[in-house]
């Protein structure tokens, strides 16, 4: 998948802009819910044993303050309370959009 045309922190939404035109605005909060983290959404081992992932699922008052291309597939986003471990691909980012369109 293409990256977005623009990208850019308005507020409490990071918004993107793609290149069909679709604008999406996601919310730091909902974003950092949905980290696809290790952190936040475990891992598994060799044996496919869960570790990790049972962290708190809602993120009050959390903003998105900064984010970094990630080559030329992702984002890694960084959030008021530290954490900055996601990495946030362009096809998450648009399925999140449609999410949050729903």
Known sequence: MRPPADIQLIGPF???RWEDGREDFLPGEF???RSPSAENQGERDILGHL?????????PGVAVTGFHRVGNYALSLVFSDGHSS?????????????EVAR
């Open 31 to 33: 974003l950092r819910e």
């Open 51 to 59: 570790h990790g992932g049972d962290g708190p699922r809602e993120f």
């Open 14 to 16: 990071l918004a993107l």
């Open 86 to 98: 996601g990495i946030y691909s362009w096809d998450l980012l648009r399925r999140l959009g449609d």
